[in-house]
């Protein structure tokens, strides 16, 4: 079965800062993992996704993620946070097989960011 | 182009009452999945329908819980006699066609239902 484990339910930083979120999972089949996030009154939507190809994965808004297969990791990063960066991030990774669209998630982490 | 809309987005009942939630995918999206999301947890998956079809419910409880896409309208996610435990937000999910296998889902903001 698959799982997802967030670290830190609430990060802070100051503008400017870098950002890492910290993702790690669990899978019993070669995982996809993504990045959802979602800004105030807005569904999730998808940030980046790692799908066996390339470990470092670039998504919108200069977010980046490495696929580190050793430490069942999957964390995010932006070297300069923005005031609009600001939101709730999900680390999720999907059922594989035929049922990609399973996905487990992680219980979120809250960006918030200091002027 | 709007989003997936999912409506209400705040719904109170009292237990052994109905809750019934909407759900309006994309335009052009025929898949729609719904999510659960307990306190402290994480979303899980509940169910995956097309038009007029249940193609994999895997995740939905046993009893009381059904949903349905029909041929027009939105999706309904229907829960009876609902218990404090169901009190969750609700979120809803679609894909469109060819995209279904991808875990590339476009999500609603969610319908939060509380059980008083």
């Known amino acids: 079965a698959q799982s997802v484990t967030q670290l830190g339910s609430h990060v802070s930083v100051s503008e400017g800062a870098l950002v890492l979120l910290r993702c790690n999972y669990s899978?019993?089949?070669?995982?996809?993992l993504f990045w959802y996030v979602q800004y105030p009154n807005q569904g999730l939507q998808l940030l980046l996704k790692?799908?066996?190809?390339?470990?470092l994965v670039k998504g919108i808004n200069g977010f980046e993620a490495e696929f580190k297969k050793s430490e069942t990791s999957f964390h995010l990063t932006k070297p300069s946070a923005h005031m609009s960066d600001a939101a709730e991030y999900f680390c999720a990774v999907s059922e594989g097989g035929g049922s990609n669209y399973k996905l487990t998630f992680g219980k979120g982490t809250l960006l918030t960011v200091n002027p | 182009n709007a989003g997936v809309m999912q409506n209400p987005r705040h719904l109170v009942r009292r237990r052994g009452q109905e809750a019934r939630l909407r759900c309006s995918p994309m335009k052009g999206h025929s898949h729609v999945y719904w999510y659960r999301q307990l306190p402290e947890e994480g979303l899980k998956f509940m169910v995956y329908?097309?038009?007029?079809?249940?193609?994999?419910e895997s995740g939905m409880p046993k009893e009381r819980f059904s949903a349905e896409f029909p041929k027009e309208g939105p999706s309904i996610l229907r829960i009876q006699q609902v218990v404090r435990g169901d009190s969750a937000a609700y979120f809803c999910?679609?894909?469109?066609?060819?995209?279904?296998?991808?875990?590339?889902?476009?999500f609603g903001e969610g319908s939060r239902l509380t059980v008083l």
């Open positions: 790692y799908t066996s190809a390339a470990t």
């Open positions: 899978s019993s089949v070669p995982p996809y």
């Open positions: 329908l097309q038009k007029e079809n249940i193609i994999d």
């Open positions: 999910a679609s894909s469109p066609p060819g995209q279904v296998n991808t875990g590339e889902l476009f």
